[in-house]
C-alpha cells in the first residue's frame, strides 16, 4: 500500500550536481524516517543520509559538505541535493522509508526502486 517512487538521477560530469527525490505514497499514518542509500556494482548497499521525523540529518563521511537532505511533508517527499559529484559516487541509489500505516500499526520499511547515478567524463 506504500509505495517510493524515485527520480532525478542520471549522468553527470566531475563536480556537478544532481537533486535526486522520492516521492511517498499510499496509507501512510506518519512517517518517521527517510534515508538515502546507494550501492555501487560488486559492493554492498551503503547508508548515505538519514533525516528523521524530526528533522535531524545524518551523513556517511565520504558525503558530508556536499550532499543535502531534505524533506517537504506536505507532499511526503524527501531530497538529495548532491553537488561536486565524484565518479565513486556512482551508484544506485535507493530511497528508504520507515512508515506507520495507522496509529496502532508496527512501522514497516519500504524501498524504492532504485534511480541510477553516475559521474564520468
Known amino acids: 500500500q506504500v509505495q517510493l517512487v524515485e527520480s532525478g538521477g542520471g549522468l553527470v560530469q566531475p563536480g556537478g550536481s544532481l537533486r535526486l527525490s522520492c516521492a511517498a505514497s499510499?496509507?501512510?499514518?506518519?512517517?518517521?524516517?527517510m534515508g538515502w542509500y546507494r550501492q555501487a556494482p560488486g559492493k554492498q548497499r551503503e547508508l548515505v543520509a538519514t533525516i528523521t521525523s524530526g528533522g535531524r540529518t545524518d551523513y556517511v563521511d565520504s558525503v558530508k559538505g556536499r550532499f543535502t537532505i531534505s524533506r517537504d511533508n506536505a507532499k511526503n517527499t524527501v531530497y538529495l541535493q548532491m553537488n561536486s559529484l565524484k565518479p565513486e559516487d556512482t551508484a544506485v541509489y535507493y530511497c528508504?522509508?520507515?512508515?506507520?500505516?495507522?496509529?496502532?500499526?508496527?512501522?514497516?520499511?519500504?524501498w524504492g526502486q532504485g534511480t541510477q547515478v553516475a559521474v564520468s567524463s
Open positions: 528508504n522509508a520507515a512508515v506507520s500505516r495507522g496509529i496502532l500499526s508496527t512501522v514497516n520499511s519500504y
Open positions: 499510499g496509507s501512510i499514518f506518519s512517517i518517521y524516517y
